[in-house]
Every structure is written in structure tokens, then in C-alpha cells.
């Protein structure tokens, strides 16, 4: 039985007897008070029954109204305390009502007037009932009374002891109740503490004994539960606190660990900081080298340009090697041919039988054959096969020299002006050379001006900077420079074909009417020169070339007005004359010849040697051609110096100059002429190597 419910059996115990002892004292103090109640009520009872007595007596005497109802009244009072009080008998309820029957007989006996003796007779024997049963009710009312005295003293006595008793019964109870439990709480609570305290001193894990089922015995379970939940925690706790101790260890471990690889990672820090540096220093010399390589990409990008425009070079060289192979080819035969068609028109202006018509005509065919010879010294200038002959010259003087020349050639239908700076243009050039330029020039364009129209030749001075030479990408020193325009009306070049006039073979004529080396023979002299040209053309609108030729600046000054050579002195020496062309070999005898001289002719190598073996103490000069069958003139002249050294002599030849060298021959060594050679010139020279 656990204590709770043992206090509450004890509670409820002593509750009953509590309960028990004042239903008793309730009952008690009711049996007193009823008792009281009904000494109080009897004793109104007799109190009023002698007062209805004595009602009655006087009414008996004087029945008045007022006696009947003052008796009535009594009457009722004693008729509602007997009906009211549960102790009043029935034979004392019926007195009563025997009352009130006899004193209403005595009324009627009244008021029937009845007055004689039986009547009185009547009415004393009924009040003599009614004072009998007043006397019967008296009695009783008088027992009641004293018996409800005796039960209130009664009562009183047993409900005093009744108090004690009761009261001593529950002290008992209650001591005993209380010290029982007391006894088993204070034995339990003493190893509850004894088990606080073991806890309290860390002796975890102990188990109490549970003795019954009661609120102790299940506090000791808990406490055991406790108990056991706390060691369970304890030993959790434990086992944390060592996985806390090795976590702190590998804490303090990890903290070292991190401390080393700070360090490590400030020692990277420092690394990749002087790697940053490094690479910051890498990245000021990356970024050197980026400009040293866009300066090298650009350095490379020009000479890959350069590099395209020496191929450029080299293809338009291979060209002109290519005509200057077919000019060399040709040029022997070609200035034999003009030497004897400008020999014989000199001739001819020579004869005074002429008239003025005829000698014009000779003059043209003179002008032409000169004209003939020119293209071929151009022809071989532009492939550089023949050496230009540089003099001081003024541009303005080869510009007026051709202007009659160029009004001829361009035609009637074509308007031609020249004009010429006010000052003189000095520049280092081969007269002849630049004259064939202008030709050229106004020969394509009156070819582009077919239906009339204007051309037009300027000189004048220019300053170029090297921002004109960078812009044009011309590959020239900046300075003064001689300019020399030829402008046109005609049909214009188109963009595709400006880039390829200079080239050679390259024409936009039809078949037979163009070889395609006017502008390469013209871009040739031009560079020979050291100048540059250009070209603007728009289809419709013409076409201009501007010529830039160098400005000959130590130049002070020059006799612009050449005065005309003194004629030729003839003599009576005797000459050999080697020439395997059988025209011109009688054209020179006949010139010669005209002048006095004496001719010894022959026509190839061996011949010659074998003449002057035969005539070597007359020959005072051997005019022989360079280039002869059988033998040529160098080896003849070595046997010729053989037989007879310091002899005087004077080569011909219509070949270029780089195929004479190539046979071993100087012009800085021998006297050397070249074909086509003028009378005149020829006896001039022939007179200054014979007064040598």
C-alpha cells in the first residue's frame, strides 16, 4: 500500500470519524434544541391552555362576544402548536378537537336561548368537559414539557462524551497513522539522501532498494532511473570529454598544422608575391618585347613588302634582260643600217647641187635616222645594256629642243602646248634619253587621243618632304627636284591597267599597233636618272604624268647655248678599214676618202692582218669593227700589235657595251665609236686620234 494512499485512508478515516463525531454533536445539539423547542412550545401550550381556561371560566360567567372571540383565538393558537408539533399524540389532537366541539355546543346552547333548567344543565356539563379536556391537555402538555427538559439534559451529556471520544479516536488514529508513514518517509528520504550525497560526491551509477510500491518507492525508482540516466550521461559525458580531449589534441594538432602551413602559406605568399613581381617585371619586358615584336612584325611586314616589290624588280629586270636580249640581238645589224642611212643623208646635205626642197627632205630623213638611233640607245639604255651619256643639262632646253619635233609627230588635230619655269633647271642627264622620254610620252598620247584633243608639256621646280615620299611610298631623298609634267585629254587609263604600264610587253593596243616597251623604256631612263614618275588617269578625263628628276645643285651655271663644232680637217694618211658590213664599209671609204685620206678595205679579221702585214709601213690608223667573222677585232688588232707595236686604232661597233666587255674590251683601254656613227663625228675622231 503506498503512503498516499495510506494518508489518504487515514485522511479518509479520520474524516469519517470526524464526520461521525458532529453528526453526533449536530444530532446532539438538535435533540437538545427539539427538546428545547419542545419544553418552549408545551410551555406555550400550558401557558395558553390556562389562558383558554380561564377564557372559558369567564365566559362561562359574562359570555360576551368579545370572551367567545378571545377564546376562538386561543383556541386557534392551541389548535396550530398541537398540529405543529410532531410530538403531540393523536388522543391529545383529539382533546383538542374535543374542545373546540364542546365550546361550540356551549355556543349553540347560547345562542338557542335555550334557557331552561336542561339547558343550564346542558351547558355546565359541557363546561364541565371543557374543563376537563382542558385539564387532560394540560397534563399532557405539562409531561411534555418536563420530558423535553429531561431529553435536553440528556442530550447535552451525551454529546459531550460523544466530543471526547470522538476526539481521542482520531488523535489515536491519526499519532499512529502519522507515525507509521513518518517512520517509512524518513527511512526513505535518509537513503534517498544517503544516494543525493553519493551522487553529490560523483558515485554515479547507484542503485537504491525499493521496498514496496509506494510515492518513496517510486521517487527511490526514479532515483535509481536518475541514477542510471545520470551514469549512462556520465559515461556519455565520458566518452565526449575523451573525444573532446582528442579533439582538442587534434584541434591543437590541426591549430599547429595551420600555424606550419601559415607559415608555409606566408613563405607562398612571399613566393607568388616575388612571382608576382616576377611576373610583373616579365610582363613590363613581355610587354617590351610586344613593342620590339610589333616593331619586328612591322619590320617584317616591310621587308616582306620590300621582299614582293625586289621579286616585283626581279620580274621586270627578268624582263628587261629579256628585251635587252632582244635589243642586243638586233642592234649591231639595226645601227649598221642607220649608219648608212645617216651617213648618206649627211652626204647629201653636203652637196650644194641640192635645192631647198631636196635638202629638207634630207633633213627628214637625217631628223628620222637620228630620231632610229635614239630608240635603239633607249632600248638599250632601259636594259641597260647600253651606258647613258651624263651631262649637266637644263630641262628647259630638252623641252623646247622637242617641242617642234612633238608638234610634228602628234598630228594637226591635236593642240599642243609647252611652257618652262622662268629659272633654269640644272640636272645630271643623257640629253638624248630624255628627249626619247617626251617622245614616248606624246607618241601614246596622241594614240589615246584619236578623235583630237590637247597635250601638254611643263617643267618647273618642286620641293618634296618625306612626307610626300612616305604617302607615295617612293623609295627617294627628300629635296629639290625637277618637274616635268605631260598631261593629255584622252581617254584615260582604267585602275587595273595603271599598275601595270611600266611593265614590259604590257600594251592595251590592238595587235600591230603597239610592242609594249614605250613606258617600260620610259620607267628604265627615269630610274637611270635617280628620279621617280607617276601617273593619275581617270577613264573620260586624261591622263598626266609627272617626272621627278633630281636638281643638280653644285651646279653654278652652264652655257645653255652650245656653239655649233668646227668642221672636220681632212688629211692624206693612210687607213685601214676592217668592217664586215659591205654598206657601211663603202660609206666609210667614201667619207673617208672625200676628206683626202687613203682607204686599204677589208672585210673580215684574218684579212685585215694580212693587209697590214702587206702595208705596215703606210697605215698610219686601223679603224676596224669590233665584231667580225673569222676573227673579231680584238684578237686581229693583238696580232696587228705584234707586228707592229703602238699602232693607232680605232674599234667600231654596233653592239651594246656590256657584250663588247664581255669579249674583253674597255672602251677606258681602246679607242671605241659606236654605231651609228655621223660623218662628221667620225672624221672628227678620226683627225684627233691621227694628231695624237
Given at each position: 500500500m503506498t503512503i498516499k494512499t495510506r494518508f489518504k485512508i487515514t485522511v479518509l478515516l479520520t474524516s469519517v470519524l470526524l464526520l461521525l463525531g458532529i453528526i453526533c454533536v449536530v444530532l446532539g445539539m438538535w435533540q437538545s434544541h427539539q427538546a428545547i423547542h419542545k419544553a418552549v412550545s408545551m410551555g406555550n401550550l400550558v401557558d395558553t391552555l390556562h389562558e383558554l381556561r380561564d377564557i372559558g371560566r369567564d365566559y362561562r360567567l359574562e359570555p360576551t362576544e368579545r370572551a367567545k372571540e378571545q377564546w376562538l383565538a386561543c383556541y386557534k393558537k392551541i389548535k396550530s402548536e398541537t398540529t405543529a408539533s410532531p410530538d403531540i399524540s393523536i388522543e391529545v389532537q383529539e382533546a383538542v378537537d374535543n374542545l373546540k366541539t364542546v365550546f361550540d355546543g356551549i355556543l349553540a346552547s347560547k345562542i338557542g336561548g335555550d334557557a331552561s333548567g336542561m339547558g343550564q344543565l346542558y351547558r355546565s356539563q359541557q363546561y364541565t368537559n371543557l374543563d376537563l379536556e382542558t385539564r387532560r391537555i394540560h397534563d399532557w402538555a405539562t409531561i411534555i414539557r418536563d420530558n423535553a427538559r429531561g431529553s435536553f439534559f440528556s442530550g447535552s451529556k451525551s454529546y459531550n462524551t460523544g466530543i471526547v471520544a470522538i476526539l481521542l479516536l482520531i488523535t489515536i488514529i491519526s499519532t499512529a497513522v502519522i507515525t507509521r508513514v513518518g517512520r517509512r518517509v524518513l527511512s526513505s528520504l535518509q537513503i534517498l539522501e544517503q544516494g543525493a550525497n553519493s551522487l553529490a560526491e560523483e558515485n554515479v551509477g547507484q542503485q537504491l532498494a525499493i521496498n514496496g510500491d509506494d510515492e518513496i518507492s517510486r521517487m527511490t525508482g526514479a532515483f535509481n532511473s536518475m541514477s542510471r540516466k545520470l551514469f549512462a550521461s556520465h559515461e556519455e559525458l565520458r566518452?565526449?570529454?575523451?573525444?573532446?580531449?582528442?579533439?582538442?589534441?587534434?584541434?591543437?594538432?590541426?591549430?599547429?598544422?595551420?600555424?606550419?602551413?601559415?607559415?608555409?602559406?606566408?613563405?607562398?605568399?612571399?613566393?607568388?608575391?616575388?612571382?608576382?613581381?616576377?611576373?610583373?617585371?616579365?610582363?613590363?619586358?613581355?610587354?617590351?618585347?610586344?613593342?620590339?615584336?610589333?616593331?619586328?612584325?612591322?619590320?617584317?611586314?616591310?621587308?616582306?613588302?620590300?621582299?614582293?616589290?625586289l621579286e616585283e624588280q626581279l620580274r621586270q629586270s627578268q624582263k628587261m634582260e629579256a628585251v635587252g636580249q632582244l635589243a642586243g640581238g638586233v642592234a649591231h645589224d639595226f645601227n649598221n643600217i642607220l649608219t648608212v642611212i645617216s651617213g648618206y643623208s649627211s652626204l647629201l646635205q653636203m652637196d650644194d647641187s641640192l635645192n631647198d626642197e631636196q635638202k629638207k627632205r634630207v633633213d627628214e630623213i637625217a631628223s628620222s635616222a637620228e630620231r632610229a638611233a635614239q630608240l635603239t640607245r633607249g632600248l638599250l639604255a632601259f636594259s641597260r645594256k647600253q651606258p647613258l651619256i651624263m651631262k649637266h643639262e637644263n630641262l628647259n632646253d630638252i623641252v623646247q629642243h622637242v617641242h617642234k619635233f612633238l608638234a610634228r609627230i602628234i598630228g594637226e588635230d591635236i593642240t599642243f602646248q609647252s611652257a618652262c619655269c622662268g629659272a633654269e633647271l640644272p640636272i645630271v642627264a643623257d640629253r638624248g634619253q630624255i628627249e626619247q622620254v617626251l617622245i614616248n610620252l606624246a607618241t601614246n598620247a596622241r594614240d589615246a587621243m584619236s578623235g583630237g584633243g590637247g597635250l601638254t608639256v611643263k617643267s618647273d621646280r618642286a620641293v618634296l618632304d618625306s612626307s610626300f615620299t612616305d604617302f607615295h611610298n617612293y623609295n627617294v631623298s627628300p629635296g629639290h627636284y625637277a618637274l616635268l609634267t605631260v598631261s593629255d585629254t584622252g581617254m584615260g587609263i582604267s585602275k587595273e591597267h595603271i599598275d601595270h604600264i611600266f611593265e614590259p610587253f604590257f600594251t592595251t593596243k590592238e595587235v600591230g599597233k603597239g610592242t609594249g616597251l614605250g613606258m617600260a623604256i620610259i620607267y628604265g631612263i627615269i630610274k637611270q636618272h635617280d628620279g621617280f614618275i607617276n601617273v593619275y588617269s581617270e577613264l573620260g578625263h586624261g591622263t598626266t604624268f609627272r617626272i621627278y628628276l633630281p636638281i643638280d645643285e653644285k651646279t653654278d651655271g652652264f652655257q645653255t647655248i652650245k656653239p655649233e663644232p668646227a668642221p672636220p680637217e681632212g688629211g692624206n694618211e693612210t687607213i685601214l678599214v676592217a668592217e664586215d658590213e659591205p654598206s657601211v664599209r663603202v660609206l666609210v671609204a667614201k667619207v673617208l676618202q672625200g676628206y683626202g685620206y687613203n682607204v686599204i678595205l677589208a672585210e673580215d679579221g684574218v684579212e685585215a692582218v694580212e693587209k697590214f702585214k702587206a702595208h705596215q709601213d703606210i697605215i698610219r690608223l686601223v679603224l676596224m669593227d669590233m665584231i667580225m667573222p673569222k676573227k673579231n677585232g680584238m684578237e686581229a688588232y693583238e696580232e696587228i700589235s705584234r707586228i707592229k707595236p703602238g699602232v693607232k686604232l680605232l674599234f667600231s661597233s654596233g653592239y651594246p657595251a656590256d657584250f663588247i666587255e664581255n669579249r674583253g674590251v674597255s672602251e677606258k683601254a681602246v679607242e671605241l665609236i659606236m654605231k651609228p656613227v655621223q660623218p662628221m663625228e667620225l672624221l672628227r675622231k678620226v683627225r684627233e686620234i691621227l694628231d695624237k
Open positions: 566518452l565526449q570529454a575523451v573525444l573532446l580531449e582528442n579533439e582538442i589534441a587534434e584541434r591543437q594538432r590541426t591549430q599547429e598544422a595551420l600555424q606550419a602551413n601559415n607559415i608555409l602559406l606566408e613563405e607562398e605568399i612571399e613566393e607568388r608575391q616575388a612571382v608576382q613581381t616576377s611576373l610583373e617585371e616579365q610582363a613590363v619586358a613581355l610587354e617590351e618585347q610586344t613593342v620590339i615584336l610589333e616593331a619586328e612584325i612591322a619590320e617584317r611586314t616591310r621587308i616582306k613588302e620590300e621582299h614582293d616589290r
